[in-house]
C-alpha cells in the first residue's frame, strides 16, 4: 500500500502521542479517518482541528479493552466508511511494579488494554480489511517487546504477547496469499506522556528512585518525536515492512538482544544495580 489517499484508517489511542501524529499525517495524504480513545474530549479535539484542515474523520470514546464495545465500533466504521485499509492498534497504558507486589487487578488491567485490546482491534476489523482491495493491520509493540527489564514484567508480557500474535498472524496471511498484511511495531522512547500517565508503584527498593524520579529518568530516554514514530510507522507500512522499529534505542536494544539473547539480562540488571547505587 504505496498510496493512503482515499484509503479508510483505524487508529486507537488518537487522543494524542503517535495516535495522533498519525492521524495528522495520514489525514495530510487524503486518508479518511476513524478515531477512538478513551479520553472522549481528547479525541475530539483532535478530529475538530483535522476537519478545519478538510479531512474527512469520525471521533469516538473506545476502551479497547471491552471486546463487544470493540465490534460495535468496527460494525459503526463500517456503517460509515463501508471499507477499512488500515488498522493501528495504537492504544496503550504502563505500568512500573515488581512481580511480587503487583495485584492480579494491575496485571489484568495492563494485559486487558495492551494485549487483548490488540487481539480485539485485529480481529474486529480483519474481515472489513478482507473485504477491501487492500488491507494492513499495524501493531505497536515496543522495545521491551523485545527485551525484558526489572519493574516491567506486565508491560513485557504484553508488548511480547503482541510481538508473537503478530508475527504468527502476518504468516497466515502469507500462507492464504491474502490481500492484508501485518506489521509489528516497536518503539523506543517516545516523547508521549505514557509515562506520566502510568500506574507507578514504591519500587525504589530495586532502583533506589522514588516514583518520581522513576519517571524522570526514564524520561531522559525520550528522544524520538511522535512525529517522527508515526513517520516511520506510515514509511515502515509502504514497504510492507515485518517489523519496524524506531529510535536508534530500539536499534541498539535489537542489536544486544540478538547478539546477547541470554546475558543481556546481566548487562540490564549490571546496570541498574549501578544506577541504584549512584541514586
Not at 481528547?42 to 478530529?47: L, N, P
Not at 483535522?50 to 470493540?70: C, I, T, W
Not at 508475527?167 to 518503539?187: A, Q, T
Request: aromatic share 8%; with cysteine.
Amino acid at each position: 500500500m504505496k498510496d493512503f489517499n482515499q484509503r479508510v484508517a483505524v487508529i486507537t489511542g488518537a487522543g494524542s502521542g503517535i495516535g495522533r501524529a498519525l492521524a495528522q499525517q495520514l489525514a495530510a495524504e487524503g486518508c479518511r479517518l476513524a478515531l477512538s480513545d478513551i479520553n472522549q474530549e481528547a479525541v475530539e479535539s483532535v478530529a475538530a482541528d483535522l476537519r478545519n484542515k478538510g479531512a474527512q474523520v469520525m471521533a469516538d470514546r473506545l476502551d479497547v479493552s471491552d471486546r463487544e464495545a470493540f465490534y460495535a465500533y468496527a460494525d459503526k466504521v463500517a456503517a460509515e466508511y463501508g471499507s477499512v485499509n488500515l488498522v493501528f492498534n495504537n492504544a496503550g497504558v504502563a505500568l512500573g511494579v515488581t512481580v511480587e507486589q503487583m495485584s492480579y487487578e494491575d496485571f489484568e488491567w495492563m494485559m486487558s488494554i495492551n494485549f487483548w485490546g490488540v487481539v480485539y482491534g485485529t480481529k474486529a476489523f480483519l474481515p472489513l480489511l478482507k473485504q477491501a482491495d487492500a488491507g494492513h493491520v499495524i501493531n505497536i509493540s515496543s522495545l521491551f517487546g523485545l527485551v525484558a527489564v526489572p519493574t516491567q514484567s506486565a508491560y513485557n508480557a504484553a508488548k511480547f504477547a503482541v510481538r508473537g500474535f503478530t508475527e504468527s498472524l502476518r504468516m497466515e496471511l502469507e500462507l492464504e496469499n491474502s490481500n492484508v498484511s501485518c506489521s509489528c511495531v516497536h518503539p523506543g522512547g517516545i516523547k508521549t506522556n505514557i509515562a506520566r500517565n502510568a500506574r507507578m508503584h514504591d519500587v525504589s527498593h530495586i532502583t533506589g528512585l522514588d516514583s518520581e524520579r522513576s519517571i524522570n529518568e526514564f524520561e531522559k530516554f525520550f528522544r524520538t518525536t511522535p512525529e517522527q514514530a508515526a513517520a516511520t510507522i506510515l514509511n515502515g507500512v509502504r514497504h510492507n515492512k515485518r517489523r519496524i522499529l524506531i529510535g536508534s534505542d530500539a536499534y541498539a536494544i535489537d542489536v544486544l538482544q540478538r547478539a546477547l539473547p541470554a546475558l543481556y539480562q546481566r548487562v540490564v540488571a549490571t546496570g541498574q544495580k549501578l544506577q541504584r547505587k549512584r541514586a
